[in-house]
Structures are given as structure tokens and as C-alpha cells.
């Protein structure tokens, strides 16, 4: 079947490139195989509720280099009828698939991460014309050697541990830096490497406590006054639970966590006499304009999704393997996530460079 009209929706939380993508997809379209191209707002909720916007050639004019998506987006929506307590909402399949009806859209567009996708290839039993889009700061999307998103997180975390190191120096003291990533500590490996961190934290390699003060007090040792600890959002020590900062109970990933920073630089302090500060990154790794590698990869990945239905390969999601793009399926790129391993080359070079993972 000839595609004459597509959907594109962001969905999840926003990062670096989600513009460079959807410009891509858009501009393609257009140009090359004369689509019509409809832009789903704020991810799944737009496709419930009915809201959309046509995009032209002109309409993605100038936002290769904006953040945040210019769609909007939710973490918490999803298409599919849900139990949340004792309330059961229901009616938001049909409605999804009435307005798919409604739209007469040929095929859709999804781009997110784990939680995205996972609705995607959900959705893509039912209505079988999806192609997804890789995009995440946490790079934890299998399948694929990189998500777009990711290098502008690390550049930014690079860029703030820098600054803390000079603070750290002038007051001899102890930075705490907590990162995102959830359950896959890339942000805070690449992140710290590239900023020169002195104990690196995540969450595949429980941590021991006096492992993390005795790296502290050996560069005491050596006469080194300060230290950054770089610790990602999902680290914990051994025998210990991940620390929640909240739940959000109408989202279908409820645990936010954060607190690890604080936590860390407590004990640190206590053991060493060490005066240590915490500083928690938040949402700044997933602000701002994306890197040029990140504009240049959401790009390409726009590019091959749209060829990607064209071409009928639909049930995939665009996957950076090597220097190449390639389908992969929806199934098996939600079906984990992608973790550090412990015998990973950026742990070994961490730690040839005297990084301390706390162990």
C-alpha cells in the first residue's frame, strides 16, 4: 500500500535531538515521496485525545537546533486501558485507534526510549504500520550502540564536573555529583570519565562504603584535598535497596529515583572528616541545544525511519550498529535494557586512569 499520510509523535521525556528527528522525518517525507505529514501532540495523550497538527517543509524550519520537542510530550500517557487503583479508565484503545482511523494515516512514527517503544510495539499488534525512533540520555535502549540524546548529556555532565573541580580545589572539599540514567549508569561512566572523576558510581556495580572512603582518604594519602564522586541515580551499595525520590502512581514507570547524592556525601563525610557538598543534576542533562553529534545522529535516524516505510518495514526500530543504520525489531529492542557490563572497556580504562568504583 502506498504511504501518502504519517504520524509522528514524541513520547517519554524530552532530550537533545528530538527536533533534529522529527525535521528529518518530516522533510523526507515531503521532499522525497510527497507525503502528508500530521505531528501528534504530546506523545500517546495526542493520540487518545485527538490533537495533531499538520507539518510542512516550513513548519520544521529552524529547529534542527532547539531542544525539548516542539510536539510536547508526556511520560505518563499511554493509549492502552489501564487499572490505576480502584480506578479503571477505559476507552483510550478505541479512541487511539479511532482517531488512527480518523486521521487516515498509512503509518507512525514513534520516537522515545524504553517506555515509548514498549507502548510501540505494544500498539504495533493492533495497528502494525509503527517504525520507532532511539532516543534517550540514558542510553539504555538495546539493539542499538547509541540513542540520540545521550552525547549531549554527557557533554553537559563533562562540562559541570569540570567547574566542580575547581571549586573542589579551592575549598579542599569532597563533590558529590549525582546523574541520571535510572538503572543503566552510562551517563555517570562517560560522563565521569571524560570529566576526571575520582570514584565513579552506577548502579551495575554495587558498591561497598569503605571502598568508597578509602579511595577518598588514599588521595588524601597523596596529597590530593579535594574529590569528585560521580554517582548515578541507581547506584547502591551491596545489600542495599535503590533509593526512591518519589512515586508517581498514574505513570506506567512509577519510581523516580534521586537521593544517592546525599546519601553518599553524608558517609563520606562522617568517615573522613572530608567536608562534602552534593550537587544533583536533574533535568539540566536533559535540556538545552544538541551536541553536532546528536543533531547529526537524530537526523539520520529521522531519515532511515522514513525510508523504513517506505520501503514497508514497519514493526522495526532505527538502530546505530557500527557506522551504520539498520532496522531492528521493536521486539527485541525493548525486550531489556542495555547495561554496563562489568567487564566493559570504559571500566577497565577508568580505572587504568585511577577512577575507584567502590569495590
Same mark, same amino acid.
Given at each position: 500500500?502506498?504511504?501518502?499520510?504519517?504520524?509522528?509523535?514524541?513520547?517519554?521525556?524530552?532530550?537533545?535531538?528530538?527536533?533534529?528527528?522529527?525535521?528529518?522525518?518530516?522533510?523526507?517525507?515531503?521532499?522525497?515521496?510527497?507525503?502528508?505529514?500530521?505531528?501528534?501532540?504530546?506523545?500517546?495523550?495526542?493520540?487518545?485525545?485527538?490533537?495533531?497538527?499538520?507539518?510542512?517543509?516550513?513548519?520544521?524550519?529552524?529547529?534542527?537546533?532547539?531542544?525539548?520537542?516542539?510536539?510536547?510530550?508526556?511520560?505518563?500517557?499511554?493509549?492502552?486501558?489501564?487499572?490505576?487503583?480502584?480506578?479503571?479508565?477505559?476507552?483510550?484503545?478505541?479512541?487511539?485507534?479511532?482517531?488512527?482511523?480518523?486521521?487516515?494515516?498509512?503509518?507512525?512514527?514513534?520516537?522515545?526510549?524504553?517506555?515509548?517503544?514498549?507502548?510501540?510495539?505494544?500498539?504495533?499488534?493492533?495497528?502494525?504500520?509503527?517504525?520507532?525512533?532511539?532516543?534517550?540520555?540514558?542510553?539504555?535502549?538495546?539493539?542499538? @550502540?547509541?540513542?540520540?540524546?545521550?552525547?549531549?548529556? #554527557?557533554?553537559?555532565?563533562?562540562?559541570?564536573?569540570?567547574?566542580?573541580?575547581?571549586?573542589?580545589?579551592?575549598? %579542599?572539599?569532597?563533590?558529590?555529583?549525582?546523574?541520571?540514567?535510572?538503572?543503566?549508569?552510562?551517563?555517570?561512566? #562517560?560522563?565521569?570519565?571524560?570529566?576526571?572523576?575520582?570514584?565513579?558510581?552506577?548502579?551495575?556495580?554495587?558498591?561497598?562504603?569503605?571502598?568508597?572512603?578509602?579511595?577518598?582518604?588514599?588521595?588524601?594519602?597523596?596529597?590530593?584535598?579535594?574529590?569528585?564522586?560521580?554517582?548515578?541515580?541507581?547506584?547502591?551499595?551491596?545489600?542495599?535497596?535503590?533509593?526512591?525520590?518519589? +512515586?508517581?502512581?498514574?505513570?506506567? @514507570?512509577?519510581?523516580?529515583?534521586?537521593? +544517592?547524592?546525599?546519601?553518599?556525601?553524608?558517609?563520606?563525610?562522617?568517615?573522613?572528616?572530608?567536608?562534602?557538598?552534593?550537587?544533583?543534576?536533574? %533535568?539540566?542533562?536533559?535540556?538545552?541545544?544538541?551536541?553536532?553529534?546528536?543533531?547529526?545522529?537524530?537526523?539520520? #535516524?529521522?531519515?532511515?525511519?522514513?525510508?523504513?516505510?517506505?520501503?514497508?518495514?514497519?514493526?522495526?526500530?532505527?538502530?546505530?550498529?557500527?557506522?551504520?543504520?539498520?532496522?531492528?525489531?521493536?521486539?527485541?529492542? +525493548?525486550?531489556?535494557?542495555?547495561?554496563?557490563?562489568?567487564? %566493559?572497556?570504559?571500566?577497565?580504562?577508568?580505572k587504568a586512569v585511577g577512577a575507584s568504583f567502590g569495590i
Open positions: 500500500m502506498a504511504i501518502k499520510k504519517v504520524g509522528i509523535l514524541t513520547g517519554g521525556g524530552d532530550c537533545p535531538g528530538l527536533n533534529a528527528a522529527l525535521r528529518a522525518i518530516t522533510r523526507k517525507g515531503v521532499l522525497d515521496f510527497s507525503w502528508e505529514v500530521l505531528g501528534i501532540q504530546d506523545g500517546y495523550e495526542g493520540l487518545v485525545s485527538g490533537h495533531a497538527r499538520r507539518l510542512g517543509y516550513d513548519d520544521v524550519a529552524n529547529i534542527l537546533q532547539c531542544g525539548g520537542t516542539i510536539l510536547g510530550t508526556s511520560n505518563k500517557a499511554s493509549p492502552f486501558d489501564r487499572r490505576d487503583g480502584k480506578q479503571i479508565e477505559t476507552g483510550r484503545t478505541v479512541k487511539a485507534l479511532e482517531n488512527l482511523k480518523k486521521w487516515g494515516l498509512d503509518a507512525l512514527f514513534c520516537i522515545g526510549g524504553d517506555g515509548t517503544l514498549t507502548i510501540a510495539n505494544k500498539l504495533s499488534e493492533l495497528w502494525p504500520r509503527v517504525i520507532g525512533l532511539p532516543k534517550t540520555i540514558d542510553n539504555d535502549l538495546l539493539c542499538t @550502540d547509541q540513542t540520540f540524546g545521550f552525547d549531549t548529556a #554527557c557533554g553537559f555532565v563533562t562540562e559541570a564536573i569540570d567547574r566542580l573541580h575547581t571549586t573542589a580545589e579551592a575549598h %579542599h572539599r569532597v563533590m558529590v555529583v549525582e546523574v541520571m540514567g535510572r538503572y543503566a549508569g552510562w551517563i555517570a561512566l #562517560c560522563g565521569g570519565l571524560a570529566g576526571g572523576g575520582d570514584v565513579i558510581l552506577i548502579p551495575e556495580i554495587p558498591f561497598k562504603r569503605e571502598k568508597v572512603i578509602e579511595a577518598v582518604k588514599e588521595r588524601s594519602r597523596r596529597g590530593k584535598r579535594s574529590s569528585i564522586i560521580v554517582v548515578s541515580e541507581g547506584a547502591h551499595a551491596e545489600g542495599e535497596k535503590l533509593m526512591v525520590n518519589s +512515586i508517581i502512581k498514574d505513570s506506567p @514507570d512509577p519510581i523516580r529515583l534521586g537521593g +544517592i547524592g546525599k546519601a553518599v556525601a553524608a558517609f563520606v563525610e562522617e568517615a573522613t572528616g572530608h567536608e562534602s557538598r552534593v550537587t544533583v543534576l536533574g %533535568h539540566l542533562q536533559r535540556g538545552g541545544s544538541p551536541s553536532f553529534y546528536d543533531r547529526v545522529l537524530a537526523t539520520r #535516524c529521522g531519515a532511515a525511519a522514513a525510508q523504513l516505510a517506505h520501503e514497508g518495514k514497519f514493526g522495526n526500530m532505527v538502530a546505530l550498529r557500527g557506522k551504520e543504520l539498520v532496522p531492528a525489531p521493536l521486539s527485541e529492542a +525493548i525486550a531489556g535494557l542495555n547495561l554496563v557490563s562489568r567487564d %566493559h572497556q570504559l571500566i577497565a580504562t577508568a
